[in-house]
């Protein structure tokens, strides 16, 4: 919606059952009815009917055997028609394969259509363009379905605004405005995972206290002169250039070497504390890194882990110059047990895209999660480290202690069929149904202060709704902002995973200050899929629901209420 309200059109992708990247043009994902319907397309469902996108983008892959961007199914049946669709589909770039059947299975567009030559240089071929125009005119492609094409697509830039205010040339970018609004999304998403305290100290490691430093080191990361950002769509060009130069990629469509943004955190973290010794180590002698942190009041380590869509992971250790030759120097599981080893308070601050084991979690004393954290990345992370920002973000994925604990712990590339084994067990509803205790929790999340929950009632309103009310107060010495979650318990018999999270508020609060919030449960979220009547169904029963700050919180407030049968 906020995209959208600047006239320019929003796409969600990809459309569906995308959740492997070995061989992403090929595989195809076998998933079964109903556990299709309550984890990925469910996301999409919610996606399309209240974000209203005017674009949905479909996948590589090809689902239960059909190619996602010619299969009828998903395309016009449950997309267009039961959802209610109105803008248009279009396929990822090359993952079109027919003329007619996609055409009639719903797709409105191809990605990125007729390149001629050019394309033909990198093996892209058009089944639309001339080929969609001799369809039309043999009658296999019916002139009312490239109506139905031409019309989605002018409806929705007429309905966002693009006809009336069409993007013209020229002009500038307001680069300050956009370096404020990246500085406060950082701020937001940095999760804080462990602070606790070091030898001969009764003070959490952080938030670090200027005044009583007197000697940093910063270590590792490339945080002298920047922050890494992810690859193909989830990377952006650097506006003033690579702060990383040196490697080397042999493919000119999905380069392996990482983006730098220029936003250095040894810089920020030495303008935080200007009266200590700040210095650096590039981690590639962990001896010498280890030496300098022995005698600095505290150690930094900035970890790293690039990837990119089209590949996925060997596993979820921190790369070295083995597993990412392109981007690593170094062991840096070695680099951070060698300096914790030898540091007063060590601190590790983790650059990266998916769950990363942590062999060394023990022997640090804090962790800070800040993802890839843009182009004011290393003021943020400054930001936190000193408390000038309360950190308050959550985990949106469960860190998992080893590879074993995964539901498919290894990817055959050898096998094109990418079997959904674990059903509705999807992420923390695996981990909570075979009662593995994860590294970190779903939903976890530290902050410099503390948060109480209390009086928690729930009711249900006219429509089946669920209402849960409760009190959130802040109990420490510091303003914060907590992200209070709502989980629901199914009646048993239904065959659903232990929980599920249908709600969360964010809520800021002074210290001291408490405030009731009111969480609306959609009747929706509590229904599961009848597979016998293709539709969802809210069964009747006494629902468990709980209040809790993560999947996994041992202090939850738990309530139970009635609901009554809905179809």
Known sequence: MGTQSQNVIATVKHYAMNDQETNRMTSNSVVDERTMRETELLAFEIAVREGHPGNVMCSYNLVNGVYAC????LLTT?????WGFKGKVQSDWTANHSTVASAMAGLDEEQPGDLGTAGAGFGIQSYFSSALKAAVQAGTVPVARLNDMVFRKLRTMIALGVMDNPPTPGGSVDQTAGNRDSLAVAHESIVLLKNGTASGSNQPVLPLAAGGLHSIVVIGGHADVGVMSGGGSGGVPAADGNAVSGCQSGNPLLSSCATWYKSSPYNAIKAKAPQATVTYFDGTNASAAAGAAASADVAIVFAT?????????ANLSLPDNKADPSNQ????????NAVAA????IIVVLENGSPVTMPWLGSVHGVVEAWYPGVQGGQAIADILFGDVNPSAKLPITFPRQEADLP???????????VYSEGLLMGYRWYDAKTIDPLFPFGYGLSYTTYSYSGLRTRTDQGGNVIATFTVANTGSRAGAEVAQVYATLP??????????VGWTKVALRPGQSQQVSVVVPAQRLATWNVTTHSWQVHG???EIRAASSSRDTNALSARVAVGDMH
Do not use: C, H, M
């Open 492 to 501: 048993p018999g239904l065959g659903e995973p232990p929980q599920r999270l």
């Open 305 to 313: 882990q690039w990837e990119s869509e089209g590949t996925d992971l």
């Open 70 to 73: 010619q299969n009828p199914e």
């Open 342 to 345: 030898k540091a007063k308070r």
């Open 329 to 336: 120097l170094y062991d840096q599981n070695a680099l951070i």
């Open 541 to 543: 029963g006494s629902y």
């Open 78 to 82: 449950i997309l267009k028609q039961e």
């Open 408 to 418: 498919q712990p290894t990817i055959d590339p050898n096998n094109l069929n990418v």
